[in-house]
């Protein structure tokens, strides 16, 4: 869903709020087609994230073709490998310094740009999209070690089914762990019509076969059985801190909080940079780096 809406806070204008409902019944019911392609673009088109971010020294980059599409990838390093997963209107850019920290401990840093984002074709995305994105990556990567998502990417990482995760580490930065809630409360709040939003979500529903109710990452944590590390800021705006203090009590999760970072900056602090060590030698010693 675009950004104006996905990262959009508070209550805003009521008045706008019932102009913009209006207005969209209205489309909707005077041309229906029109309406729901309109929506369409609005709700799956992401930002493109360009933050003119430097790539670290050593950075392998490559395009694979998907099902999805042309993904680019991004490699740093040599060693067992660490898959990183970005969120909405996100990109692998975002991952730069902990890949770099990753490279230097004796790993391998793989990232690659969701589609529709970063450097990957197309110009719609959806979370059945991202899954599907990543299976074709999983697909063509031998072995992974563990993963690393962010926001949404949580909820990606997560809901894939892909045998390649399962007994996989997973460090999971600022996740969105109630998806389905929290777009159905954006979309609710922008004011926009919810039974376009209702046809554009059916209509990929049908397309990959995956219902909006059937998705539930908090659900797909608990069964998840591999460590798993939370980072989250307290004052995280965009993703519910509380929900990561609840999944702080399963056995196999742990929290680590931090104040004063964010939703975005979070991803280059020392916390996950620290948090991302801790979970690694949870599963081996780090590698020697000669």
């Known amino acids: 869903m675009s950004s104006k809406i996905y990262f959009k806070q508070g209550q805003g204008q009521k008045y706008q709020r019932k102009v913009i409902n209006w207005v969209t019944r209205l489309h909707h019911r005077l041309a229906p087609s029109h309406a ?31 099902a999805e599409g042309k993904l680019m990838t991004y490699r740093l390093g040599r060693g067992p ?35 529709a984002h970063g450097e990957s074709a197309g110009s719609h995305a959806h979370l059945p999209g991202f899954i599907a994105a990543l299976n074709c990556v ?26 390649q995760l399962a007994g996989k580490p997973i460090l999971l930065v600022a996740p969105v762990l109630n998806y389905t809630e929290n777009l159905l409360i954006s979309v609710e709040k922008s004011g926009y019509s919810m039974r ?40 995280d705006r965009f993703a519910s801190f509380s929900l990561s203090e609840e999944a702080a009590a399963l056995p196999h999760v742990t929290l680590v909080a931090t104040e004063g970072l ?29």
């Open 196 to 235: 376009l939003f209702d046809e554009v979500v059916s209509e990929v529903a049908d397309e990959y076969g995956y219902p909006l109710a059937d998705i539930d990452p908090q659900q797909q944590l608990k069964r998840h059985r591999a460590p798993v590390v939370i980072v989250h800021d307290r004052g």
């Open 36 to 66: 729901r392609k309109v929506a369409r673009n609005l709700f799956l088109t992401p930002d493109r994230f360009d933050r003119g971010v430097v790539e670290p020294e050593g950075l392998v980059k490559a395009s694979i073709e998907t």
């Open 138 to 163: 999983l697909d063509q990567e031998p072995d992974i070690t563990g993963v690393v998502a962010h926001s949404m990417g949580s909820a990606m990482v997560l809901e894939s089914r892909h045998p």
């Open 81 to 115: 490998v660490w898959l990183l997963c970005h969120g909405w209107s996100g990109a692998s850019s975002q991952f730069f310094t902990l890949m770099a920290h990753i490279a230097k401990l004796g790993y391998t840093a793989l990232a690659f740009d969701n589609i």
């Open 262 to 290: 964010g939703h975005g900056r979070i991803m280059q602090s020392e916390p996950l940079m620290q948090a991302f060590d801790g979970l690694a030698e949870q599963i081996t010693p780090l590698p020697l780096v000669g």
